[in-house]
């Protein structure tokens, strides 16, 4: 299909009313209340009427979840693998569709949106994997004739809930591995981008999963993912999103010992030291500042470069900034969508004001674009600030937009330095020629992931996490979740 396709198909799909997932069945909201989704670019179009929930829901899929996983987690392992294949195929076979709902709710470029689908289905497939080789160790005894070894069981009832950034992507990235390890689920999605969700659930009940193994409860934060954090029985929270919401979660989650996986937000830096093809870095570095406008936790937000090659990197951003074309989703040779919504679009809007305030050089962009066609949405220009220095606002908070800062140094001391000054550490990207220098970066950066010479674009079967600020709890993506998604039992047999 074209990007044309998208359209028809929104007008041909849109303005329906839907439901909430819980034990097998759609259901309308207890409250029977329901909210109008728009599309982000075409802002007077209705996508469609979702579930306004409050806690009486939330209690229902709770329980639902606490009642398949007495089954769920008896199942064999390479049995829940099996459905979570299907699921992938599923996903590839319903992939435009999927973009399209994606496009329209979040604004991403569709080139972006079958992105993530595909990578949904990468991350499925390793998953499901992960359901055939859930270790355990045998160790000698200290006594004779018995045997010892840990064995890994399934939490229970686990807490999924996603932002808006990556709708596809960040669910699957929760539910997929929670079926794997014998989990069971509810599911959260963030209130504005509830569409594609509801394709998952469709999708993941064809593909075979049993009623009450995965629910999906719609609504805010306050009335659905508070009692769902809070309720006895969810063992586990995974939460990505922003570092003040991670907290909270974290704050009552401790007061029952439920476990967390907290993926929040990031200032990710990319190092510049000496490197012979400042084109080439400029590339890396404008993709991963710009991909999602910015919207993404591991956006490249800060350059950190040798003063004596700053004006040249300066310049070879500019360049490649030029080739960025900002539009609505289905537009062909588009790279870049329009922000989520009209907020956000004013709070990055006032970090292109706070920059120029604290004495930033704004070199290009920054502009609120809004004839023709960017009327229909809240679009700018990714914006480039230079002669930034270390203490600015724009230097250190997450903007979560397309605003990439430029700070020269003297050395690689205070690169470091520098790169490691801010509240989080999620992911960082180094760029050298010099291999003692890269590995010397590796080992003192204080972020999760460490990217040399690329930007921070991660795998699909690589563990995916932050420090400081940034997250909590056991990686996802990798093998690391089963830190979260299982625990430890040790087991003595005398025979
Ligand atoms: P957010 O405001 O923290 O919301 C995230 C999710 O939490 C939404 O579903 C939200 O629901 C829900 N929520 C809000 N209040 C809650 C509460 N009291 N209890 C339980 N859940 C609650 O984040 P956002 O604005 O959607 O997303 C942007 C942030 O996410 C950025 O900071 C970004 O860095 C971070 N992020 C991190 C990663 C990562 O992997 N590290 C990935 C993507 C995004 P409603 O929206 O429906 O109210
Ligand atoms: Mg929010």
Same mark, same amino acid.
């Given at each position: 299909?074209?990007?044309?396709?998208?359209?028809?198909?929104?007008e041909?799909?849109?303005?329906?009313t839907?439901?909430?997932?819980?034990?097998?069945e759609?259901?309308?909201?207890?409250?029977?209340?329901?909210?109008?989704?728009?599309?982000?670019?075409?802002?007077?179009? &209705?996508?469609?009427?979702?579930?306004?929930?409050r806690e009486?829901?939330?209690?229902?899929?709770?329980?639902?979840?606490?009642?398949?996983?007495?089954?769920?987690?008896k199942?064999?392992?390479?049995?829940?693998g099996?459905?979570?294949?299907r699921?992938?195929?599923?996903? +590839?076979r319903?992939?435009?569709?999927?973009a399209?709902?994606?496009?329209? +709710?979040?604004?991403?470029?569709l080139?972006?949106?079958?992105g993530?689908?595909?990578?949904?289905?990468k991350?499925?497939r390793?998953?499901?994997?992960?359901a055939f080789?859930?270790?355990?160790?045998?160790?000698?005894?200290?006594?004779?004739?018995?045997w010892?070894?840990t064995?890994?069981?399934?939490?229970?009832?686990v807490a999924?809930?996603?932002?808006?950034?990556?709708?596809?992507?960040?669910?699957v990235?929760?539910i997929?591995?929670a079926?794997?390890?014998?989990?069971?689920?509810?599911?959260?999605?963030?209130?504005?981008t509830?569409?594609?969700?509801?394709?998952?659930?469709?999708?993941?009940?064809?593909?075979?999963?049993?009623?009450?193994?995965?629910?999906l409860?719609?609504?805010?934060?306050?009335?659905?993912?508070?009692? &769902?954090?809070?309720h006895?029985?969810?063992?586990?929270?995974?939460?990505?999103?922003?570092t003040?919401?991670?907290?909270a979660?974290?704050?009552?989650?401790?007061?029952?010992?439920?476990?967390?996986?907290l993926?929040?937000?990031g200032k990710?830096?990319?190092i510049?030291?000496?490197?012979h093809? &400042?084109?080439?870095v400029?590339?890396?570095?404008?993709?991963?500042?710009?991909?999602?406008?910015?919207?993404?936790?591991?956006?490249?937000?800060?350059?950190i470069?040798?003063?004596?090659h700053?004006?040249?990197?300066t310049?070879?951003?500019?360049?490649?900034?030029?080739?960025?074309?900002?539009?609505?989703?289905?537009e062909?040779g588009?790279t870049m969508?329009?922000?989520v919504s009209k907020?956000?679009?004013?709070?990055?809007?006032?970090?292109?004001?706070?920059?120029?305030?604290?004495?930033?050089?704004?070199v290009?962009g920054?502009?609120?674009?809004s004839a023709?066609e960017y009327?229909n949405?809240?679009?700018?220009?990714?914006?480039?600030?230079?002669?930034?220095?270390?203490?600015?606002?724009?230097?250190?908070e997450?903007?979560?937009?397309?605003?990439?800062s430029v700070?020269?140094?003297?050395?690689? +001391?205070?690169?470091?330095a520098?790169?490691?000054?801010?509240?989080?550490?999620?992911?960082?990207?180094?760029?050298?020629?010099d291999l003692s220098s890269?590995?010397?970066?590796?080992?003192?950066?204080?972020s999760?992931?460490v990217?040399i010479?690329?930007?921070?674009?991660?795998?699909a079967?690589l563990?995916f996490?932050?420090?400081?600020?940034?997250?909590?709890?056991?990686?996802?993506?990798?093998?690391?979740?089963?830190?979260?998604?299982?625990?430890?039992?040790?087991? /003595?047999?005398? /025979?």
């Amino acid at each position: 299909m074209e990007g044309k396709d998208m359209l028809s198909w929104i007008e041909a799909n849109a303005g329906k009313t839907y439901k909430n997932y819980v034990d097998g069945e759609w259901v309308e909201s207890t409250g029977k209340k329901t909210y109008p989704l728009y599309h982000v670019a075409r802002k007077d179009q &209705l996508l469609g009427y979702f579930p306004d929930s409050r806690e009486e829901d939330v209690e229902l899929a709770v329980q639902a979840a606490h009642r398949a996983f007495q089954t769920w987690s008896k199942l064999p392992g390479p049995e829940r693998g099996a459905i979570l294949l299907r699921f992938a195929d599923l996903l +590839e076979r319903d992939a435009e569709e999927l973009a399209f709902r994606l496009s329209a +709710e979040q604004g991403k470029t569709l080139g972006e949106s079958r992105g993530e689908v595909a990578r949904a289905a990468k991350e499925t497939r390793y998953a499901a994997g992960e359901a055939f080789r859930i270790e355990g160790e045998t160790l000698p005894s200290e006594r004779p004739n018995v045997w010892n070894s840990t064995i890994r069981v399934p939490i229970g009832v686990v807490a999924a809930i996603a932002p808006w950034n990556f709708p596809v992507i960040t669910p699957v990235r929760k539910i997929a591995p929670a079926l794997a390890y014998g989990c069971t689920v509810v599911s959260k999605p963030a209130s504005n981008t509830p569409w594609a969700m509801v394709k998952l659930i469709e999708l993941l009940e064809e593909a075979g999963v049993p009623k009450g193994v995965v629910n999906l409860v719609n609504g805010s934060g306050s009335r659905v993912g508070q009692p &769902l954090v809070s309720h006895p029985l969810v063992r586990g929270i995974s939460f990505t999103g922003s570092t003040k919401q991670g907290l909270a979660i974290q704050e009552t989650a401790a007061k029952r010992l439920a476990r967390t996986q907290l993926e929040l937000g990031g200032k990710n830096p990319a190092i510049v030291l000496n490197h012979h093809d &400042l084109a080439y870095v400029a590339k890396q570095i404008v993709s991963a500042a710009f991909a999602c406008s910015g919207q993404r936790c591991t956006a490249i937000s800060r350059v950190i470069v040798l003063k004596q090659h700053a004006a040249a990197l300066t310049e070879a951003l500019r360049q490649e900034m030029k080739a960025i074309k900002v539009g609505p989703a289905w537009e062909p040779g588009v790279t870049m969508g329009p922000l989520v919504s009209k907020e956000h679009l004013d709070t990055v809007q006032s970090y292109i004001e706070i920059g120029k305030s604290e004495g930033a050089r704004l070199v290009v962009g920054g502009d609120i674009l809004s004839a023709g066609e960017y009327a229909n949405g809240y679009y700018m220009t990714p914006a480039l600030f230079a002669e930034v220095t270390a203490e600015m606002r724009i230097a250190r908070e997450e903007i979560f937009g397309p605003v990439l800062s430029v700070i020269a140094v003297r050395d690689e +001391e205070e690169a470091l330095a520098i790169a490691n000054s801010v509240e989080y550490g999620l992911a960082a990207s180094v760029f050298t020629d010099d291999l003692s220098s890269a590995y010397r970066f590796a080992e003192r950066l204080e972020s999760g992931m460490v990217h040399i010479n690329h930007g921070t674009a991660s795998a699909a079967h690589l563990p995916f996490g932050g420090v400081k600020h940034s997250g909590f709890g056991a990686y996802s993506i990798g093998h690391s979740n089963q830190e979260f998604f299982t625990e430890l039992k040790v087991v /003595y047999v005398q /025979y």
